[in-house]
């Protein structure tokens, strides 16, 4: 069902990038924002498509991919409830510099990037806001690639459930048998392994009794218990 406006300005108003906003300036992104959902698995752009239009999660999550030529995968990034995505668009109209897909069943609401750039010139200090939020975004990405080329497929693979855990916990699950909906390649895919590398840790964690695996989800009994297998 799509959101009303005063639902929308609710959802832009948790963007840090719009924090300093008044009402009705998000009133006025409200007015151009489109309601768009996604199924899990659905790619909401290709990385080298037109870049003109950004999103702001309202349900569900989102990751963005970078595609190596020998076939692997690499997740860059991901998005929950109040993450905004796609906001390259907001400064011109180059190509996406990423695939970003849903993760799960996800609402957004889209905004073409010439309304934003409209407001970055009405509102300056948001044009500073996005910058902040590139840099941490890039931070982020950069160290993740540095911890994956020096951890073991294990640590990779439990500081992955763990990051999972963390953002559930987030949105309201409890602090033990918190249950993930992702499968097996989707999690060899975060800690950029292989399956089968990944379903043979996964299986070393069922046995002590840290997680129990489901077709398509995985519950972690003992998050803290993960912390034993990153280094």
Do not use: W
């Not at 044009?127 to 993740?144: D, H, T």
């Not at 963390?166 to 499968?183: F, H, K, N, P, W």
């Amino acid at each position: 069902m799509a959101a009303s406006t005063d639902e929308t300005v609710e959802l832009l108003a948790r963007v840090p990038v719009f924090e300093t906003l008044a009402r009705e300036d998000l009133e006025q992104i409200a007015q151009v924002a489109v309601p768009r959902g996604f199924q899990p698995g659905e790619v909401v752009f290709r990385e080298g498509d037109e870049s003109d239009t950004c999103y702001v999660v309202r349900t569900g999550h989102a990751r963005a991919l970078r595609a190596h030529p020998d076939g692997r995968t690499i997740t860059l990034a991901s998005f929950g409830p109040g993450d905004i995505f796609g906001e390259l668009a907001m400064f011109d109209n180059e190509r996406r510099s990423a695939t970003v897909e849903a993760s799960d069943r996800m609402e957004a609401v889209a905004v073409l990037g010439a309304d934003m750039r409209r407001l970055l010139q009405e509102h300056p200090e948001l044009a500073a806001k996005l910058v902040i939020s590139l840099a941490n975004r890039l931070r982020a990405a950069n160290e993740r690639l540095a911890s994956q080329s020096f951890q073991t497929v294990q640590s990779r693979v439990a500081n992955v459930l763990a990051q999972l855990v963390e953002q559930a916990q987030l949105e309201g699950a409890s602090e033990r048998d918190v249950l993930l909906t992702i499968t097996q390649a989707d999690i060899a895919q975060l800690a950029g392994s292989s399956r089968e590398s990944a379903s043979r840790f996964l299986a070393v964690l069922e046995r002590a009794g840290t997680v129990t695996q489901g077709r398509g989800k995985l519950t972690v009994h003992e998050p803290a218990a993960l912390a034993r297998y990153v280094y």
